[in-house]
């Protein structure tokens, strides 16, 4: 299942550009997921790190509270869906892949001055930009186009794994 919701006014997120804009989200390793680019991202609410056997609270949620509060804002206006945690992609193309650290389902939703890059789900394009698209991405493969120009954020609400 593939739900498309329909498209909010950029306004919305007028705060939230502001706060990802003036936040130096942090470059991850690419070793830290298989295929995947060095790439700025980070994680909100829940995390379990992959080393740690338990859920913990993310850094980001004491490091950044403003953009912390106005991330599950938009989650709960928005989302459809029930969310533990939000993780925010930076300029990035991912790889084909399956959430494995996820639960259930995920709604994206991508913001910025950007074109292209659309998402690719089981070979089907969508079009995130301040459009929430819910599926199961720890069941459907899924990637971006090769395609970005401009700056570009995704923000991924999911479920942490047990």
């Known amino acids: ?10 306004q919305e997120f007028v705060l939230l550009e502001q706060l990802v804009n003036k936040q130096k989200i942090p470059f991850q390793q690419a070793g830290n997921r298989c295929g995947f680019p060095k790439f700025r991202a980070i994680t ?3 995390t379990k790190y ?3 056997r338990f859920i913990s609270c993310c850094k980001g949620n004491e490091k950044y509270p403003e953009l912390f509060q106005e991330l599950f804002r938009i989650g709960e206006k928005y ?3 029930s969310f533990t945690s939000v993780y925010i992609n930076n300029n990035i193309v991912c790889p084909k892949h ?17 074109s292209g890059c659309n998402l690719v789900i089981e070979d089907k394009i969508y079009d995130a930009k301040y459009t929430p698209i819910v599926f199961d991405g720890t069941k459907l493969e899924h990637w ?5 120009v401009g700056d570009k954020y995704s923000l991924v609400f999911f479920n ?3």
């Open 98 to 114: 399956i959430d494995k650290g996820n639960a259930g389902l995920s709604c994206i939703i991508s913001l910025g001055d950007y």
């Open 160 to 162: 942490v794994k047990n």
């Open 1 to 10: 299942m593939i739900q498309i919701l329909p498209t909010i006014d950029k």
């Open 79 to 81: 989302c459809p869906i």
């Open 144 to 148: 971006n186009e090769n395609t970005l």
């Open 50 to 52: 992959r080393c740690d």
């Open 44 to 46: 909100f609410g829940l």
